[in-house]
């Protein structure tokens, strides 16, 4: 009963905190994702990522993470918007970095939720997890009952699409854990069809280093020739294959103020950013994601877009 009681309070806490979906699975070696990730490490999919070479075995197994570790809890925090920029021919931003940065946002979450868990339930050996650690993000979610994998390498949630961030609890407390939903993607092709770089190279498997997101965020050295007047003018990040998935039909409007935009942000012309200043670009992106590419980067991307 206290394990029913346990993973009830902790999903009830969850939703209160603004989580859209919260599930759980029991932390065990993800012995079905192993071999997809050394084949991927392989083949060089992961291009100039190399962190993504690192703690390999950790991606894999929790346990190695929190020692001791019985429980995975996955949770969804919703960033859709249905704001565009004002200009169509401006050069384009990701919708999830038109906010603040989901990094600090959804931890700070995290961190109440196990506050939360330790003192209505008792003292548990814990670590929270959001996109920064070698934790196989959609691998959960999905054994968590949240989505299935798409096409696109996105776990898309049947209710609401697949604009979320993805977070997790690792702790040493035993839950009613959830079941995998199965794939409802079924003959539809709009994702791979629709990638302008064709980094979905086969149904469920993308290239990481043929990704827009990749090129514009990840790359530091010079956009590869290859790539000109196929970037969608795309300058940060890339939203093409979950605008054309049908799932994001059922997409909602997120309401965490924190991930607004800049009031500026999206009325920015074309001109504006080819323009752009780097103070106009430090007090835009002040708390946002797109401080990782720098000024110096998000130049070089307009620059390309441009040429």
């Known amino acids: 009963m206290p394990k029913f009681q346990n993973t009830q309070l902790i999903k009830e806490e969850a939703h209160r905190l603004g989580f859209s979906f919260v599930g759980f699975s029991k932390a065990d070696f993800l012995d079905e994702e192993a071999p997809r990730l050394e084949k991927w490490l392989k083949e060089k999919q992961h291009g100039e990522m190399s962190y993504m070479e690192n703690h390999f075995d950790k991606r894999l197994d ?14 969804l925090y919703n960033y859709y918007s249905d704001q565009i920029q004002s200009d169509s021919t401006a050069p384009k931003i990701s919708t999830y970095a038109y906010g603040e940065d989901y990094h600090f946002v959804i931890k700070h979450k995290l961190k ?27 691998a959960w979610a999905k054994k968590a009952g949240l989505g299935w994998i798409g096409k696109n390498a996105n776990l898309i949630n049947k209710n609401q699409g697949s604009y979320f961030f993805i977070a997790e609890v690792i702790l040493d407390l035993d839950l009613i854990y959830d079941s995998p939903v199965q794939d409802y993607c079924g003959t539809c092709t709009k994702c791979i069809d629709a990638c302008p770089t064709e980094a979905i190279i086969q149904p469920y498997v993308v290239d990481g280093s043929k990704c827009i997101s990749y090129f514009t965020i990840e790359l530091k050295e010079a956009m590869p020739q290859e790539v000109k007047g196929k970037m969608d003018n795309w300058m940060f990040g890339c939203d093409i294959c979950q605008k054309v998935c049908p799932w994001n039909s059922f997409s909602l409007q997120h309401n965490e103020p924190a991930f607004n935009p800049h009031p500026d942000l999206l009325s920015m012309t074309k001109g504006d950013w080819e323009d752009l200043q780097e103070a106009t670009f430090k007090e835009l992106f002040r708390k946002s994601a797109v401080k990782r590419t720098k000024f110096s980067g998000l130049k070089r991307n307009i620059a390309f877009l441009k040429s």
Request: charged fraction near 25%; charge should be negative; aromatic fraction near 8%.
């Open 112 to 138: 109440s939720l196990l506050y939360f868990i330790q003192e209505k339930i008792g003292e548990v050996d814990a670590r929270v997890f959001t996109d920064s650690a070698p934790v196989l993000d959609r």
């Open 62 to 75: 929790p346990r190695l993470l929190v020692e001791g570790s019985k429980s995975v809890i996955s949770l």
